[in-house]
């Protein structure tokens, strides 16, 4: 499974953008699989920033961006997106999606849950 993230881009402090990450090569049926969304900032660990989960796609968040972010998911497309709203400085980093079959609600969360990972894409928010 190929993930391939896109929409990253720079924006003021109180605007939005929506990250899209897109399935692609010998994947599971969509539904079939978890995803979610991890950020790293310049020198900080990888964070977990939203998780849909598999068939019954409850979703979770992390405290700093609950109310903000929304993720979503659409099977046709075989596409994954996290919209963004009321961004803030601290949420400049590199955003990073994760898709895996084999997580399990409990798991969402955890960065080692995840098997298949797109390349990241860059969201700066400026003051």
């Known amino acids: 499974v190929q993930l391939q993230a896109s929409g990253g881009g720079l924006v003021q402090a109180g605007g939005s953008l929506r990250l899209s990450c897109t399935a692609s090569?010998?994947?599971?049926?969509?539904?079939?699989?978890?995803w979610a969304w991890f950020r790293q900032a310049p020198g900080k660990e990888r964070e977990f920033v939203a998780a849909?989960?598999?068939?019954?796609?409850?979703?979770v968040y992390a405290d700093s961006v609950k109310g903000r972010f929304t993720i979503s998911r659409d099977n046709a497309k075989s596409t994954v997106y996290l919209q963004m709203n009321s961004l803030k400085s601290e949420d400049t980093a590199v955003y990073y999606c994760?898709?895996?079959?084999?997580?399990?609600?409990?798991?969402?969360?955890?960065?080692?849950?995840?098997?298949?990972w797109g390349q990241g894409t860059l969201v700066t928010v400026s003051s």
């Open positions: 090569g010998r994947t599971p049926t969509m539904h079939h699989m978890a």
């Open positions: 994760a898709a895996s079959a084999r997580v399990i609600t409990s798991s969402l969360r955890l960065n080692n849950a995840y098997s298949n």
């Open positions: 849909i989960a598999r068939t019954s796609s409850a979703t």
